[in-house]
């Protein structure tokens, strides 16, 4: 079993929609994580940190269930420039590790 | 450039064959990522560079891979008598700290096509 599992998509939304994504976690010892995004055929970059209490930045929420090992992001009002690739991380705690998940596609529509 | 800079952008190079990929990462950051990334795949660690420490290399596939990095500068990723299996995105990534903010800045990465 993959550390990060994620739903490859794609999912397919119309401008405007609102969408989410989950990706669960197997180690409990996953301590920070956070969401990239990748353009096809570009490089990966930091889209938000997911904090415990849940964060926000403009259109797009982050949620932490450490519970059932689930994080989220929901993306509100979406934009046709919001389609890529969203990558999950995690990092264990005391570590420089990076892992990431395979990623979940997204295609906003007009 | 003040970005992660890596080379060559693009390698088609037959099998058994030895390549060598090589990043520039930001000045000043003193951890450096190479992950591998094949076509629809997700980021698979490869091996971590801090400082003058020793390299954590446990995300080395096979003993064909080996990686070098002078000082806090550019790194070396050669891989030995490649195989087909190889063909993917080499990504080079740097961080000012141990990745604990969790932001890594990314290279465009080294497109290998191993035939």
């Known amino acids: 079993r993959k550390e990060v599992e994620q739903d490859p998509g794609p999912f397919n939304v119309p401008e405007g929609a609102t969408v989410a994504f989950n990706c669960t976690y197997s180690?409990?010892?996953?301590?920070?994580f956070f969401w990239y995004r990748q353009d096809c055929r570009k490089e990966p970059k930091l889209l938000m940190s997911?904090?415990?209490s849940g964060n926000e930045d403009g259109r797009f929420t982050a949620q932490l269930n450490r519970a059932s090992q689930y994080i989220s992001l929901l993306i509100r009002d979406s934009k046709l420039s919001d389609s890529a690739t969203y990558l999950c991380v995690s990092i264990r705690d005391s570590s420089y590790k990076l892992i990431f998940g395979s990623g979940t596609r997204l295609l906003v529509r007009p | 450039g003040a970005g992660v800079s890596q080379s060559p952008s693009n390698k088609v190079t037959e099998k058994g064959k030895d390549v060598e990929l090589r990043c520039d990462p930001i000045s000043g950051h003193t951890a450096l990522y190479w992950y591998r990334q094949r076509l629809g795949q997700g980021l698979e660690f490869l091996i971590y560079f801090q400082g003058n420490s020793a390299p954590d290399k446990s995300g080395l596939p096979s003993d064909r891979f080996s990686a070098e990095r002078t000082g806090e500068s550019v790194s070396t990723l050669t891989i030995q008598r490649t195989q087909q299996e190889d063909s993917a995105v080499y990504l080079c990534a740097s961080s000012q700290q141990m990745g604990a903010t969790g932001e890594l800045f990314f290279g465009e990465g080294s497109r290998l096509t191993v035939l």
């Open positions: 997911v904090y415990s």
């Open positions: 180690n409990s010892a996953s301590q920070s």
